[in-house]
């Protein structure tokens, strides 16, 4: 079955340095963007599927940072916009003479699929966004307020904790059946070797990595590299398309 058309967006032109949102942008800010591009994707596009998990995780964000939920209201703030602008970096399609990071090339090319299910999409692009944009947007968001990773641990924790429950709620509403049916399906074997806290520990450790190596860019930038590379190799994975 073919593959869909390639999709060209930007890409990282620096390891630690790229075009981000003003740092007094707010989550109202990048909710705004993630509407805006949801209103130009069709429902099934695999963009479209994971943009709105994303718009439910940013909304309950933004509700908990209202509620005060957060020790560092501005941390996590911070956190959130730097780490919701490397997704939405990644999928612009302007302009289009970038490649996007290679963690987001797979779910970019296999979008329209016909052989791809939603929850592959879904989850190829949290993991996408996990497993590489969390990483570099820790080191955002403590280029931004002057801190180191730890002061945002606590707020790293919490987004965390909020996307594990997410991912329960997301494998239920996607993958809908009796449970010997998904025993039997295909792709609960192809998704259930990848775990999201396992690559929610694994990021931190880079994140803390890459912000040791802030003053060696040589080796920041092959540690980068390798990672995005890593990360896009499982994401092919998920998007491998299944029979009905």
């Not at 003003?22 to 130009?40: H, I």
């Not at 490649?99 to 052989?115: S, T, Y």
């Not at 945002?152 to 494998?171: M, P, S, T």
């Amino acid at each position: 079955m073919p593959q869909s058309e390639q999709f060209t967006a930007p890409a990282d032109t620096a390891v630690l340095e790229r075009r981000t949102v003003p740092v007094d942008a707010s989550v109202d800010d990048v909710l705004a963007r993630m509407r805006a591009l949801e209103a130009t994707l069709p429902p099934r596009d695999g963009v479209a599927v994971f943009n709105r998990v994303y718009l439910a995780v940013t909304r309950e964000v933004g509700r908990r940072i209202d509620g005060g939920r957060f020790t560092n209201a501005q941390a996590a703030i911070t956190l959130d916009v730097r780490f919701a602008e490397r997704y939405l970096a990644a999928v612009d399609p302007t302009p289009a003479d970038r490649r996007p990071p290679a963690c987001w090339r797979p779910l970019l090319q296999f979008r329209r699929h016909p052989g791809v299910r939603p929850l592959q999409f879904a989850l190829a692009g949290i993991n996408a966004h996990i497993g590489h944009d969390l990483a570099l947007a820790v080191v955002d968001a403590c280029r931004s307020l002057g801190c180191e990773p730890g002061d945002l641990e606590d707020e790293f924790d919490r987004v965390g904790d909020l996307l594990v429950a997410l991912e329960e709620r997301i494998r239920e509403e996607l993958m809908p059946g009796p449970d010997l049916l998904q025993i039997a399906d295909p792709l609960t074997h192809l998704l259930g070797a990848w775990s999201l806290e396992r690559a929610r520990d694994a990021t931190w450790t880079a994140a803390r990595a890459l912000w040791a190596l802030r003053r060696l860019p040589d080796v920041a930038e092959e540690f980068t590299d390798r990672l995005d590379t890593a990360v896009g190799f499982a994401g092919r994975m998920m998007l491998t398309p299944l029979p009905d």
